[in-house]
């Protein structure tokens, strides 16, 4: 960009307008359309990176896009049962879990996260409503049982986006916790990236933006073990599924690139994934020409 910085390392005035008329495409192109957010990761757990998060979703939604807010909870849930003294087991990584644990699950996601989320959304000056899978039958679920019986986890095998599509036609910004009923009116507790991904098919989404700890889908060389890793900037949906037979994906990438075929599978129009410790990475996704993170199309795609 042309001009100077200013003292401290600011941006010049030149560099503010220039950085605005760089975002105007994409303001029009976005305007009246449904972007879903995955809140979750180190941007819950540090209050000055929530913050953050929370006015960039409060600034997309007053220039005329409509946020809606999925968030999940994992470090307060362990915090909280741990106070408890209530023991969490894993399987492969993922919680196992019974009725004590299902207590704690949703008291901290319905309870603590989805209120305090909505509270500091109305202190930064934005309308905003907490709601759960439960509510209005958002969610219907399933227990999951496959590959493992982890207890209360379930699966999403049905979405009634009404109450969300309602809350977003009054001018308020959704705040939507996964907890859900399962088939025989069980408390069931569903992962906050797949119920993103469900609710932004059935909501017809533009985009759906997951925030993670890492800067998005990293790949390697074809059949190449230990070279490194490039991050992918855009990555074709049809080709995800040979690059992860080949290697290319591999490991705690795999999940997450699945994760992006299931949401564009179910409807959504485009998948990103990036970093929640960066400063306004949100917007620098949506709004500039490179992007931050990885972007994940149906069909061919440019930055």
Known sequence: MNGANEPGGALSPLQKSEVLVEALPYIQEFFGKIVVVKFGG???TDPDLEEIVLKDVLLMKLIGM???????????????????????????????????VMEVVEMILNGKINKAIVSRMEYLGGAA????????????ARRKTEPRDLGLVGEIVHVNPGIVQSLIEGGFIPVVSPISMGEQGETLNINADSAAGALGGALGAHKLVLLTDVEGIYLGSRGGEGAPQTLASVLKAKDIPEMIRDGVITGGMIPKAECCLEALERGVENVHIINGRKPHSLLLEIFTKEGIGTWVVREDGKR
């Open 42 to 44: 180190h941007a819950m």
């Open 66 to 100: 409509n946020p809606v807010l999925v968030h999940g909870g994992g470090p307060m849930i362990d915090e909280w049962l741990d106070r408890l003294r209530i023991e969490a087991s894993f399987v492969d990584g993922l919680r196992v879990t019974d009725e004590p």
């Open 129 to 140: 409503v907490g709601v759960c899978g439960k509510d209005a039958g958002l969610f219907k």
